[in-house]
């Protein structure tokens, strides 16, 4: 299985930029799929999950400005990151808790940049 990220570049404070991630490979099912930041020099944080019941988490720091949602027909989630500010800038990583047969498996992908110019 792999997870591949696309949707990253620069933008200014208050923009606004939409992230996919799409997961491909053999047969599996998608649990949780999600969104990681990581600033240079910070660890990596969570941004936001959404489930297979469409249950969503935010990290306070974004709540009311991104929205994460997912096509599970295309197994992708989707990441709108409105009112962007510069504290947003870092490498967002696509993550998914993912079952292949009877096993659960976390799988990442390779990380998109985002910069917010102030």
């Known amino acids: 299985v792999q997870l591949q990220a696309s949707g990253g570049g620069l933008v200014q404070a208050g923009g606004s930029l939409k992230l996919s991630c799409a997961a491909s490979?053999?047969?599996?099912?998608?649990?949780?799929m999600g969104w990681y930041r990581q600033a240079a020099g910070y660890q990596r944080d969570l941004v936001a999950t959404v489930d297979n019941d469409g249950r969503v988490n935010y990290a306070d720091s974004v709540k009311g400005r991104f929205t994460i949602s997912r096509d599970n027909a295309k197994n992708t989630v989707y990441l709108q990151m409105n009112r962007l500010k510069p504290e947003d800038t870092a490498v967002y990583y696509c993550?998914?808790?993912?079952?292949?047969?009877?096993?659960?498996?976390?799988?990442w992908g390779q990380g998109t940049l985002v910069t917010v110019s102030s």
């Open positions: 993550h998914g808790i993912i079952q292949i047969d009877h096993y659960t498996y976390q799988y």
């Open positions: 490979g053999s047969t599996f099912s998608v649990n949780v």
